[in-house]
């Protein structure tokens, strides 16, 4: 028996003497003599606790997915819109007004375009329409909308080629009986004891690091758990004093961040203590991001600055750091070495996503592909072909999202492979990479080292693995980074490297539904570009070390060990929970019902009371402002020379007094 798994029995036999026990087992009296039937119980328990591990990790994902996606959609109700007879909810801060069946707020008549208008609100109850793409036929109380948008008020009229609608806003007192039908988020399904349940995970883990970690590293392993459980539960009950019940997101994130703290007990148990502090500031960055993501207004304000400082951090990269394997991605600064390609991650989800009324002008867009551009050169200067691959995908994503156009995003594509051809012709290990792909076989002492290792621990871990910190693969280079699952497979069994993607893919099938469901598109498709690159980078890290893609060297999110890619996974799950509308779900969304209008303020009536209003059928007065070139054309009106009016006007020029007037008027010039 190993020096230290002896040690550790030892502990295990002092723990177990605290337990009351009426008869004692003979295994326990032949160890009191010497015997070894005390390694047998130890084999015993391993077994139980892979068991266990296996158990547990199924019911936290089973639990957290029934949580996500069985829970029926309620939205919420903001205002109302009536056309005619019908009257139409308005359900989110920013709706597209259209006839298009994926319009917000469909209005199917003449003259009504496919995207036709968009309504927004703000965070102090504001309303505002928009006339998108600058064609005309949207009008506000007989006042021409344009690219700027014009604010209306409860019992405005607004109309759309002649085709009148009415605004209704929503009072707070209203709306707080509509939130009140909505159903609770996490109801049927406890987060505290799903939460119980990942505890209980942890102690069955701690304790398989107990049989093979040796006896000084004991400590800081057991303090790194505990550690992160109390984070979790302060965590949770935060949530619980604001009020919040959904605590899925999280409980998935403490999941995979409990397995990477498994990985980095097994491979740097040295380091536990500053695996604890990242941990620690991973956390209070999700929620301080969180926090921050509740203003949207706050949050667009900044979007500049944000893509400034990123290209700032990009260009310090690209001047400062040393080549490391053919790459210069890590920075160092005060003795603390970091990458600054995972920070500048949330900056451009942060800067990619926009609000809806943003999303159609060409140079918001423009402005975007211009950093987007920026990034991936100097990322190509770096020499980080995986990030930039990351990047590339994320950029699809928010592309598509803002334009919807196939077009554009077969146009990026065709880009993007002859710039990748160009790489592989310039960089020889990026090609080297790519030559041996599906030959790792051929030459396992080179250029397959890493992943002949890899998958051979795999394998050799089976379905349950051989316990936490008992593998051999940690030994190998990059290992408890860019061979991660790999280890994961071997130390704990293939069934728990495949509940960690499973619980990637449930947080991604939880975004893509949560952002159709957001209050506004900057939610919608920040979540969904987050979940892009998280999906982009576990599929590289997966893949690669199994040779079923070019090994790239891309981090596992939460699992591979590295305090700066912990750090972006979280902050990246802000944006998320941003776009989750489940109601008292999310702390980086305000209740509905705490939220007041501007119909609430004493002052929003008078302001409203100042602005013309028009009722259906009715046209401005003469001399008004309303009646001024910007003024809406009456729906079904004849033209002006078909009128009776313009008859009338025509008869009388051939009266003959107006001629006489004419020839005199003639004659007077001359």
């Known amino acids: 028996m190993p020096p230290h798994l002896w040690y550790n029995n030892k502990i295990l036999c002092f723990l177990l003497s605290f337990i009351p026990i009426k008869t004692k087992h003979s295994w326990f009296d032949r160890y009191a003599g010497g015997g070894v039937s005390l390694e047998v119980f130890s084999q015993y328990m391993l077994t139980t606790s892979k068991f266990a591990l296996i158990l547990l990790s199924l019911a936290i994902l089973i639990r957290c997915l029934r949580s996500m996606l069985q829970e029926r959609y309620e939205p919420e109700t903001w205002a109302y819109i009536r056309s ?33 208008a968009v309504l927004t609100r703000d965070d102090a109850g504001q309303w505002r329409i928009y006339d998108v793409f600058g064609r005309g036929g949207v009008w506000a109380n007989g006042t021409k909308v344009g690219g700027k948008g014009e604010c209306i008020f409860d019992g405005d009229v607004i109309n759309l080629q002649g085709n009148m609608l009415r605004f209704q806003d929503l009072p707070q007192d209203k709306r707080i009986r509509l939130d009140e039908t909505r159903t609770i988020a996490g109801k049927r399904f406890a987060p505290a004891v799903t939460l119980l349940e990942l505890s209980v995970f942890q102690l069955f883990l701690l304790l398989q690091h107990a049989f093979f970690a040796r006896a000084e590293y004991l400590a800081p392993i057991a303090l790194g758990f505990f550690a992160l459980m109390m984070l979790q539960w302060s965590c949770y009950n935060a949530m619980r004093i604001m009020g919040r019940s959904g605590f899925e997101v999280e409980t998935l994130a403490f999941y995979l961040s409990t397995l990477g703290m498994s ?23 999700f929620l301080l991001s969180g926090w921050w993501l509740r203003n949207l207004k706050r949050t667009a304000a900044v979007r500049l600055p944000i893509a400034v400082g990123a290209l700032l951090l990009l260009t310090v ?6 080549a490391v394997l053919g790459a210069r991605n890590w920075l160092e600064i005060g003795g603390f070495s970091f990458q600054p390609s995972e920070l ?12 809806l009324e943003k999303l159609f002008r060409r140079r918001n867009l423009f402005g975007f592909i211009a950093f987007s551009a920026i990034c991936v050169m100097a990322l190509a200067l ?5 990030t930039a691959l990351v990047f590339f995908v994320s950029f699809l994503v928010i592309s598509f999202m803002r334009s919807g156009s196939i077009a554009t995003v077969f146009l990026a594509v065709s880009g993007a492979g002859l710039a990748g051809f160009l790489a592989v012709s310039v960089r020889p290990y990026i090609a080297q990479r790519f030559a041996s792909w599906g030959h790792v076989w051929e030459d396992v002492f080179d250029t397959g080292y890493q992943q002949t290792r890899a998958m051979s621990a795999a394998a050799a871990g089976g379905l349950f693995g051989k316990g936490a910190g008992s593998g051999w693969l ?6 408890n980074t860019d061979l991660v699952f790999a280890v994961i497979c071997e130390e704990l069994g293939l069934i728990i490297g495949l509940c960690a993607i499973l619980a ?20 919608a498709i920040a979540a969904c570009a987050s979940m892009s690159i998280l999906l982009t980078q576990l599929a590289l890290n997966v893949f690669g070390s199994l040779d079923i893609l070019p090994f790239t060297g891309v981090t596992f999110p939460f699992v591979s060990r590295g305090g700066t890619s912990l750090l972006s996974c979280w902050m990246l799950m802000a944006f998320i929970k941003g776009a989750d509308n489940r109601k008292d779900a ?26 013309p209003r028009l009722s259906k059928g009715k046209t401005p007065a003469a001399g008004s402002k309303a009646a001024a070139k910007n003024t809406a054309p009456a729906k079904n009106t004849a033209p002006a020379k078909n009128t009776a009016a313009a008859k009338d006007k025509a008869a009388a020029k051939n009266t003959p007094a107006a001629k006489g007037g004419k020839a005199k008027g003639g004659k007077a010039a001359k």
Request: hydrophobic share 45%; no cysteine.
């Open 382 to 386: 770096i020499g980080d072909f995986g």
């Open 474 to 479: 940690k030994d190998i280079f990059a290992a």
């Open 84 to 116: 005619g007879r019908e009257t139409l909810p308005v359900n989110h801060w920013e709706n597209i007004i259209g006839s298009s069946r994926s319009a917000d707020v469909l209005i199917q008549k003449p003259g009504v375009r496919r995207v036709h």
């Open 504 to 523: 990637m893919l449930a947080l991604a099938f939880f975004a893509v539904r949560s952002a159709r469901n957001g209050r506004s598109a900057y939610y």
């Open 586 to 611: 999310s702390f980086a969304v305000r209740p509905g019902g705490r939220l007041r209008s501007v119909v609430d303020d004493p002052l929003g009536p008078r302001i409203a009371e100042k602005r």
């Open 263 to 285: 990985v980095a007990a097994t491979s740097t148990p040295g380091d536990m203590y500053k695996q604890i502090l990242l941990t620690i500031a991973a956390v209070a960055l």
């Open 317 to 322: 990269n690209v001047v400062a750091s040393d």
């Open 344 to 355: 500048v991650k949330v900056a451009y989800v942060y800067v990619g996503a926009s609000t």
